[in-house]
Every structure is written in structure tokens, then in C-alpha cells.
């Protein structure tokens, strides 16, 4: 079975600091993982997906991730942290245990607070 | 514009009644889900179709129920015997069941039962 762990449920950066949420996940099979961004009270919007072809992945709004098979982790950093980069991120891995159904398997979030 | 249209936003219900979320997509998706969004609990997967008519229960599938008589509509009906209905309901699709398909967003409807 597939899983994945957001560590830390609150992260706060200063304006123009480096952003980093960690997410670690647990997989038998190689893992298809991705990155969502939601803004309150809205939907999930894809910010990159890792899907084994390159483990640096660049996604929109400046982010990119980092395949780590070593470490079983895809953190998603940004070098500059934006006031409009306040929101809540989730982390999420393909479910591959029943075949292929699209399902994604999701970690609990982190709320990014961007302090100016 | 394409994409996924979930109505209404917000949604206010009675106890012991039951009551039906929209989901409507004009992405020509195959595959269409429902995940429950609580906080601090990330998303839960409740019912997921990979194709008209016909559907799948997902992890918290109590409680609800849900059709697929069209490509584009997936609605999702919260029944009495759901014992914790409030909550912030989304609904996606994906173009394929490929592992590597991202899901594409609703903006949500958030149910409150008092």
C-alpha cells in the first residue's frame, strides 16, 4: 500500500525566504507523486508531478520538487516566498495496490503562512 | 472554458435529511471522484466511476451514494446514515486511470448539518 506523510501542518516563511514542505512516502512499487495547491474555500489546483522520468521536478508558481529514492522523499521548495503563496499544499501518491484507477492517496497538508 | 462545475457552494441541511452535491464536468473525463476534506485530515476518497455506469466505493463510503448516467455528471447524495456530514465535499477528474493522471478540481461545496 501506497502512503505519504506531510511533516509539519503549519509552516511560516518571511516574504522572500525560502519555502520548503516536506513530504516522505511509503511505497512497494515506484511511487507517482504530486504536489497540489489550494487557496481557501477553493479547489485543488496541480502544481507538478513526478512520474519517474526526472527526479527535479519544476512545477508552476516557481515551485519544484526533488525525488529522493534514498530518503523516500518529495519535498517542494520555492526559492522566494510571495504573499500570494499563502495557502494550503498537499502532497499525494498514486494508489497502485488495485490496479489502475486514478486514485491519488493524500497527506494531511501544510498551511504555508507567508509573513511580509 | 473547460472544467468542473460543483454546486452549490455552500449547503445548509437539517439532521436525518438527505441531500445531493452536483458535479459537473464538460472535460470529456472518463474517470470522475468524490473526496471528503476535513481539517487536518487531508483528502478521503468516498466513491470514485471510471466510466459511465459504473462506480467504485472508496475509503469512507458509508453514508453515501452516488450515479454515473452520464459522462459529465457524477452526483453525490449524503443520506442520514452518515453519521458526520459536515465537512467540505470535492469533487475530480482525470482524462484517463493512468497512474501518472492528475486530478482536475471542483471548487468544492461546503455541507453543514445541524
Known amino acids: 500500500a501506497q502512503s505519504v506523510t506531510q511533516l509539519g501542518s503549519h509552516v511560516s516563511v518571511s516574504e522572500g525566504a525560502l519555502v520548503l514542505l516536506r513530504c516522505n512516502y511509503s511505497?512497494?512499487?515506484?511511487?507517482?507523486l504530486f504536489w497540489y495547491v489550494q487557496y481557501p474555500n477553493q479547489g485543488l489546483q496541480l502544481l507538478l508531478k513526478?512520474?519517474?522520468?526526472?527526479?527535479l521536478v519544476k512545477g508552476i508558481n516557481g515551485f519544484e520538487a526533488e525525488f529522493k529514492k534514498s530518503e523516500t522523499s518529495f519535498h517542494l521548495t520555492k526559492p522566494s516566498a510571495h504573499m500570494s503563496d499563502a495557502a494550503e499544499y498537499f502532497c499525494?501518491?498514486?494508489?497502485?495496490?488495485?490496479?489502475?484507477?486514478?486514485?491519488?492517496?493524500f497527506g494531511q497538508g501544510t498551511t504555508l503562512q507567508v509573513k511580509p | 472554458d473547460g472544467g468542473i462545475t460543483q454546486s452549490p457552494k455552500y449547503l445548509f441541511r437539517k439532521e436525518g435529511q438527505n441531500v445531493t452535491l452536483s458535479c459537473e464536468q464538460n472535460?470529456?473525463?472518463?474517470?470522475m471522484y468524490w473526496y471528503r476534506q476535513d481539517p487536518g485530515q487531508g483528502l478521503r476518497l468516498i466513491y470514485y466511476?471510471?466510466?459511465?455506469?459504473?462506480?467504485q466505493k472508496g475509503d469512507i463510503a458509508e453514508g453515501y451514494s452516488v450515479s454515473r448516467e452520464k459522462k459529465e455528471s457524477f452526483p453525490l447524495t449524503v443520506t442520514s446514515a452518515q453519521k458526520n456530514p459536515t465537512a467540505f465535499y470535492l469533487c475530480?477528474?482525470?482524462?484517463?486511470?493512468?497512474?501518472?493522471?492528475?486530478?482536475?478540481f471542483g471548487n468544492g461545496t461546503r455541507l453543514t448539518v445541524t
Open positions: 511505497s512497494s512499487v515506484p511511487p507517482y
Open positions: 513526478y512520474t519517474s522520468a526526472a527526479t
Open positions: 499525494a501518491v498514486s494508489d497502485r495496490g488495485t490496479g489502475n484507477t486514478g486514485k491519488l492517496i
Open positions: 466511476s471510471q466510466i459511465v455506469n459504473d462506480f
Open positions: 475530480a477528474s482525470s482524462p484517463g486511470t493512468g497512474v501518472d493522471s492528475p486530478l482536475h
Open positions: 472535460l470529456n473525463h472518463d474517470a
